[in-house]
């Protein structure tokens, strides 16, 4: 991926992971990734509009999945399209959690471990803070 088109896809997110909203300042050791929202092995293309930063763990858990399973209608749905969706519209907050709130929302929190409680220890610590969400 050339250098222009990583840096585009970290200024567009503003640093923050494009699925948990993560800040990458406050990320663990493992520094944030810009992804394949479809992945190469599906023909999604290295074009920005196909890009997304993601911190360590929501790239390693979504991997080159596309679906997932809406864990209360047990169907499977696309999971969350930075690209194409509204964070606001398939996701909010409940303190330190993430609350799918459409059947893709649901099924990317559970593929994404969004709310693994390493996860929610994490926010739970910058929202004592002030400094997360
Ligand atoms: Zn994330």
């Given at each position: 991926m050339i250098a222009s088109l990583r840096e585009a896809g970290w200024r567009r997110a503003r640093?923050?992971?494009?699925?948990?909203?993560?800040?990458e300042a406050h990320a663990a050791v493992v520094p944030f990734q810009i992804e394949h929202i479809i992945a190469c092995q599906h023909g999604?293309?290295?074009?920005l509009a196909n890009l997304a930063l993601a911190c360590h763990h929501c790239n390693l858990s979504k991997g080159p999945n596309l679906i997932g399973i809406d864990?209360?209608?047990r169907a499977f749905v696309r999971l969350f399209h930075p690209r194409r969706m509204k964070w606001e519209r398939h996701f909010q907050w409940d303190g330190p959690r993430i609350i799918g709130c459409t059947p893709i929302g649901r099924a990317t929190v559970a593929v994404l471990q969004m709310n693994h409680p390493d996860r929610i220890d994490v926010r739970q610590a910058l929202i004592r803070e002030g400094i997360f969400p």
């Open positions: 640093y923050r992971c494009e699925y948990c909203l993560l800040p999604g293309p290295t074009v864990p209360r209608a």
